[in-house]
C-alpha cells in the first residue's frame, strides 16, 4: 500500500491511502486519522488499511478522489526520530578524495550516522526556506525508511523485521556551514535544515523484488533546474543496508516506532575512460558534482543553489511509473 | 503550575496536574490527555490547567490523589525533538584542561550542541539500561526547557518568550564511546542513550524570580550512590542563557513546540586554596571528577558508574522545598 498525508491546517495533517498508480486517493477516517497512530499500532491498523488499498486499486472505493501531491506534508509531518546515515561509501570517498584525504578504514564497518531534527518535515513540494544563498543551499536525494519498535541490541536481521515503510528523501544540507559543525565534533544543527519527503510512503509488499536485503533496487532520479544530473542505482552500491542502519542506531537504545532512518546521499563509482575517472551515473548533491570537477581540473566550477532554483527527486519502477511521486521543490529566501 | 505525565501503558501516558509542594495530583481529563496536545495549543489549553492548579493548591480539587514520582514517565514520553546545549563552559574548560587541550575562542560565542534521541526519554525513576559496563557509564545533571512555536531567525529575546516549561534532565552518556564519535564528526549517536527527566516540567511564573534572564538561579544536587557529590549553581555561571541557546538553534529552521533544549552538565569554577584548584560546588558528571583528578594528581581515580549504581538529581528553592522533584535512577544491565 501507499499512505500520504494530506494537509488540513493541523500540526499532523489527514492520512490517505494512495492508489499504486498515484492517481487517486482516500481518506484513512474511520481507520487511523495520522501516520503516526497506524505505526503506534502496526498490526491492528496496518491490515485495515491493505483493505482499503486493495478497493482503491480495484477502482471501487466509494469516495476516492484524484491524489494531489501539491496537498501533501511529508508522510510524517513530524517524528520522533530521523537518524541519517551515510551508506554509499563512494560519496564518502568522492568527497574525501577532493580534498586530499583518505577514507578511515573503520567507515566500512562502522557507519556515519548523524541524529537529524524531526519536528519539522517539509512536503514533497514545500518550498526550502534559507536565510541566505551564501550558506551553500545544496540537495541530497536519499532513500529513507520509517519504523515500528527496534528494541536496544537488536541484530541487522532483527532491525530488517522493523522496517514499515519506504520513501524518498531530500536531505537539505548548507555546505558552508558543514566545516565549522564538523569540526566541534557534535554533529549537524545549523547545517542540515528540514528535510522534505516524497508525497507517498510505500510499504515492503508493494515494492516486490526491488526490496532485496534491505536494499532498493532502483534508479534515483534527480533533476536541478529542467536538466537530469543524476541516475544513481540504490541498490548494489550501497555499503550498509538498512537492517545494518537500524542496528547501528539501536546498539543503545531502543527505536521506537515512526523513527525515520535515511540511506545518505545515493552515490555509484566512476568508471575509467581514456585515463580519467567519468561518473556516467550522474550525481545525487552538488557536493558530489564538485567533487568531481576538483579531482579531475583542481578545483570546482558548479555552485551551490540560488533562490529559485528547482530540485526535483523521483524513482520510477521497471515499467516507468513513479514509485513515491516526485519531491519537487523551489528554494527560496526566508519570508 | 507543575504537569506530570502518569504512566497508563500507553506511549504517552495521562497528563496529570501536580500540587505545588509536589503532594498531590489530579488527572487533567477534560482539559487534555498529554502535554503534547497542551504543548500544540498552549494559549488555549493552559490557561484550563492553571485554573485546576490553582484548584489542587488550595487543596479544592474533587479527585486529588497523593503523587507518586515512581508512577511517572517523562514529562514528554517522546519528544518531536531534544536539543542538548554545552551552556556552561566551565565543564568545557575543564574537561579540555584535562586532556592538555584549550578551548578554541569561537566556543565561547558559538555554543555547543548536539540533536539527541528523543523518541524514547525516560522517567524519573525508570531503570538505566545499558549493554556493558564497559562503556564508560555517566550521569550528566542538567536543567532543560520545553519551548511553543519559535521561528527560524529568532532572536535570543524573542526565543526566551518560547519557553514554556522547565525540568531537570540527566542525559546518560557513555564516555567510552564518545571518542570515536567525536572524532567522526557527526554527533552522539551511540554514546548519548535515553535521557530522564524531572517527576513534574513546571512553568515560568512558578520559579518566581529564581528565572531570571534565561537562567534558573537554583542549586543542582547530584547524590551518587547516597554520597552528595553536587551542589551546583544552576544560574550565575551558564554561559549561553537558554534563549541564546534555542537562538542557535533556529538560525536556520523553524522550532516547533514540544522541543525540549538542555543545558549541559552544571558546572562551577574552582577557587584558589594553597596553590591548587579547589572544586568546594563538585561535580554534575563523573567526566568532571576524572578531571579534576586528572589536574591534581595526573590521572584520575574516580571509575565510572557499575551495574546497581544509583543516581539522585534534584533541586530546592529557598525554602528547602524540591521543585521538580528527583530523578532517581539504577544502572542496571540489558534485561
Redesign the interface.
Known amino acids: 500500500m501507499k499512505l500520504a498525508t494530506y494537509k488540513d491546517g493541523s500540526?499532523d495533517g489527514q492520512l490517505v491511502v494512495v492508489s499504486r498508480d498515484l492517481s487517486t486517493a482516500h481518506y484513512a477516517t474511520g481507520i487511523a486519522h495520522t501516520l503516526q497512530q497506524v505505526l503506534?499500532d502496526w498490526n491492528f491498523l496496518a491490515p485495515q488499511l491493505e483493505d482499503l488499498s486493495h478497493t482503491l486499486n480495484l477502482g471501487k472505493a466509494r469516495h476516492a478522489f484524484p491524489f494531489e501531491p501539491a496537498r501533501c506534508m511529508a508522510p510524517l509531518p513530524?517524528?520522533?526520530?530521523w537518524?541519517d546515515g551515510?551508506a554509499y561509501l563512494n560519496h564518502v570517498e568522492l568527497v574525501r578524495q577532493a580534498r586530499g584525504a583518505t577514507v578511515p578504514e573503520?567507515f566500512y564497518t562502522?557507519p556515519?550516522?548523524?541524529?537529524?531534527?524531526?519536528?519539522?518535515m517539509l512536503g514533497p513540494c514545500d518550498e526550502v526556506?534559507?536565510?541566505s544563498e551564501d550558506?551553500g543551499i545544496d540537495f541530497e536525494a536519499e532513500v529513507a525508511v520509517v519504523t515500528g519498535d527496534v528494541p536496544?541490541?537488536a541484530t541487522p536481521e532483527q532491525a530488517l523485521d522493523g522496517i514499515r515503510l519506504v520513501m524518498l528523501a531530500n536531505d537539505v544540507s548548507?555546505r558552508q556551514?558543514i566545516p565549522?559543525?564538523?569540526?566541534?565534533?557534535?554533529?549537524?544543527?545549523?547545517?542540515k535544515?528540514?528535510t522534505a519527503f516524497s508525497p507517498v510512503a510505500v510499504s515492503l509488499d508493494e515494492l516486490g523484488p526491488a526490496w532485496d536485503g534491505g536494499r532498493l533496487h532502483l534508479t534515483l532520479q534527480s533533476t536541478w533546474n529542467g536538466r537530469k544530473v543524476g541516475l544513481c542505482e540504490a541498490g548494489p552500491e550501497m555499503t550498509f543496508h538498512f537492517g545494518q542502519l537500524i542496528a547501528?542506531?539501536c546498539?543503545?537504545?531502543?527505536?521506537?516506532?515512526?523513527?525515520i532512518v535515511g540511506s545518505g546521499t545515493v552515490s555509484n563509482k566512476s568508471v575509467d575512460k581514456d585515463g580519467r575517472p567519468h561518473w556516467p551515473k550522474g550525481y545525487s548533491c552538488i557536493a558530489e558534482k564538485r567533487a568531481m570537477e576538483t579531482i579531475l581540473d583542481g578545483q570546482p566550477s558548479t555552485g551551490y543553489m540560488k533562490f529559485g532554483d528547482h530540485i526535483r527527486i523521483e524513482m520510477k519502477d521497471a515499467l516507468g511509473q513513479s514509485v513515491f511521486g516526485a519531491i519537487d521543490q523551489t528554494i527560496a529566501p526566508?519570508a
Chains 1, 2 share one sequence.
Do not use: C, I, W
Not at 513530524?78 to 526520530?81: C, F, L, P, S, V
Open positions: 500540526r503506534d513530524r517524528a520522533y526520530q537518524a551515510s573503520s562502522d556515519l550516522m548523524y541524529q537529524g531534527v524531526s519536528d519539522e526556506r534559507v536565510p550558506f536496544m541490541g548548507l556551514l565549522d559543525e564538523l569540526a566541534k565534533g557534535f554533529g549537524f544543527v545549523q547545517s535544515p528540514a547501528h542506531l546498539k543503545t537504545r531502543n527505536v521506537r516506532a515512526g523513527s526566508l
